[in-house]
């Protein structure tokens, strides 16, 4: 017998998915007990080159056509957004077709929802290919870890924010300058919003949380900090501390209640997260009988995700030669969850102050801050040259909510020349 | 229903799944459909007191009795050693029962064997618990990646190895001395042979030559060297070159052959694996889609091993429960492979002779070097003060059996004083 997949988008991963599947197909077969065969495609543009692999297989602009087929067994979905991407989904899911999807914003913003339904309909739902690329992060929290309670994960979710900050802090370049390159090199969008200011990386965060918590978390929930008000002198000053500048994604259980954070953060430089550099993206899970476990790998592309999309492939076409289908999702809860606030955490933070380099300034600031209960481990001062000077800190642990406070008060100043910046300290 | 497991082995890693079983009892019942419950217990001695979490489970000194039983469904193998553990695995594979087990030196000396009858039997036999304690690489291997050819493994495979380099290269301390201290610390066996002269690597090695090459390798005739012939000025010599040292286990296609190698070697000092320390282990899985992904995390102790051992019972609970089983046996095979000579690896090498600080020696060695066509790319000298000096080397790619041929000569001059150590670099 044939299992028919209908594959929703044929760019970068969809090809990807189509040549694998072609390049192992015996293996395939061998695995799951039937072949595995692209079918029919859909695509947006009929009339543009796709992978030779491709063959003469029946290709459609219309994707709805694909999912009410009855000739098609299996829905793979690479096309990416929420619109129409969740229509064709849950059309699926109520014609009994397995889905296999690497859509992030899609299950971020919809997840509940599509999982709720596959639960009910006992469909198969996988989606290994929507976090980390290649690494099989979603295989290891629904299945390695049924024994084990989740404490925290800290992820290095986004290539694009961690290359910017890896040639920030290498070469001693501004955010500006990387990202024109990184568009060049094609590792940033035209628009780089939807990775430098970080709701990509709260996307899979929200898609992790899931899994790890049984948790729903709204995407738009998470405390979402960007890249932009980043400066070289923030990497050298991180350095000169022991510390390197990361990209974290961070969602931890305290008590009853979930913490879930996006942004730059200082981790100690003989961390193995501080390794992890340019495009390469990696999870740290810690459990309670695990203790620490790092994953790492290319987070996109056309290999890496489309190894993880035909990973799952095989996984719901196995289900479905045994004929024993829903498993996959019955394993995702999403429950509602109380978040905790943002100001409770409790962290030793950077603070990277630009004032005016005049006598009593270096007073004031430190004042300010032990007036609001922020204790000072290390400083020092450099001066720009032109009557100004960053004074850069390092605190002592401090609830988040006193720093901001503090910030509020010395932004205020008239010797303050620009926003200070504040960075959390993350042990990993 | 319930699905009774019979615990062959009590000691550290039975009494962690003991635990997480009862621990995350509901939470299993909801993933599997059956509740999962030890119901029989097998022990060397009787007498020795258990983790409470046991209760009344009945206790014999008789594992052949337990997998005897037609009320025992599952049997976990968690008490190591190739006898009994083998004629017990297999009598619970004939009785058609799934076995789960974390011994590494069984698979490696018995695998084809046992997976064989595990295949004939549509009998499944799960072992996440037998390679990287917690760390999912078996998973990785087996369900992740079957759209992609895994190019080369590279593990840190044995924490108490990896914690012996990473204490003589921060503190500067002898090999002895670490090891007694592990010992004292319980990270080290009181005959830590099977750990520190790579024994126990190997065995992991070839397990997981089975599941990325699908490929049988006798464990014998892995290319294995320890950690014994190392000093404080091997971890001060590569720190100058640029490089740590690791203990690593390397498993590589090379054409149609297979290139196994495990012992200490230089890997780069801002190399992912460079920041594995201490007792953690690590792999790195290099696909040809996928690229590079490591994965990290404690390699041993009750809590990592039990929580993949209670994953696999999982699976294979979940696979009785749907009476569809044999299919994560189905996916492993142990081909015959041809393995490929050591001496034919190309790689730069690091090399320290410790000679009689006299003239003309130098030229000797450098001489010798030249003759056998291994090029230097770095040497420096350091005077011992007693008329002996430790020459230290770093060729550029050189055949290993060029270096061996070198190395002869050099180690039969009357100026040599030790025998020359010698460690490839490897690129990870």
Known sequence: MTIRVGLLGCGTVGGGVVKLLRAQAKEIEARVGDRVEVTRV????????????LGDVAVTTR??????????????????????????????????????????????????EIFA????????????????????????????????????????????SNYVLTRMQREHLGFAEVVAEAQKLGYAEADPSLDVDGHDAAHKLVVLSALAFGKR???????????????????????????????????????????LRVGPALVPKDALLASVSGVLNAVLIEGEALGPCVLSGRG???????????SDVLDVCRALHVKKTGLFSAAIR??????????????????????????????????????????????????RGDASADVVVLTHDSRTAHVIAALEEIDREPFTIELTRRMPVTLV
Chains 1, 2 share one sequence.
Do not use: W
Request: charged share 25%; hydrophobic share 45%.
């Open 334 to 383: 999403t429950e509602p969850c109380t978040l905790r606030d943002p100001g409770e955490a409790t962290a030793p933070h950077y603070l990277r102050f630009v004032v005016k380099d005049e006598p009593g300034v270096l007073g004031k600031v430190t004042t300010s801050l032990g007036k609001a209960g922020v204790s000072i481990r290390e400083l020092f001062q450099l001066r």
């Open 217 to 259: 978390v709204p995407p738009d929930s998470v405390d979402t900090r960007g890249l932009r008000f980043l400066e070289p002198v923030d990497h050298a000053s991180a350095d000169r501390f022991g510390y390197v500048v990361k990209p974290l994604a961070i969602a931890e259980r305290v008590g009853d209640e979930l913490a």
């Open 300 to 310: 996109a592309g056309e290999g890496p995700t489309a190894v993880s999309v035909v």
């Open 117 to 160: 339904r596959a639960r009910e309909g006992s469909v198969d739902v996988a989606f290994e290919g929507a976090v980390g690329g290649g690494i099989p992060i979603v295989r290891a929290l629904r299945d390695a870890l049924p024994g084990d309670r989740v404490k925290r994960i800290v992820g290095i979710l986004n290539g694009t």
């Open 42 to 53: 859909a695509v947006r543009d009929a009339t543009k080159a796709r992978v030779a692999e």
């Open 63 to 112: 994707p709805e056509d694909i999912v009410a087929d009855p000739a098609i067994d299996v829905i793979v979905e690479v096309m990416g957004g929420v619109s129409p991407a969740k229509a064709l989904v849950l059309d699926a899911i109520a014609r009994k077709k397995p889905v296999v999807t690497a859509n992030k914003m899609l299950l971020a913003h919809d997840g509940p």
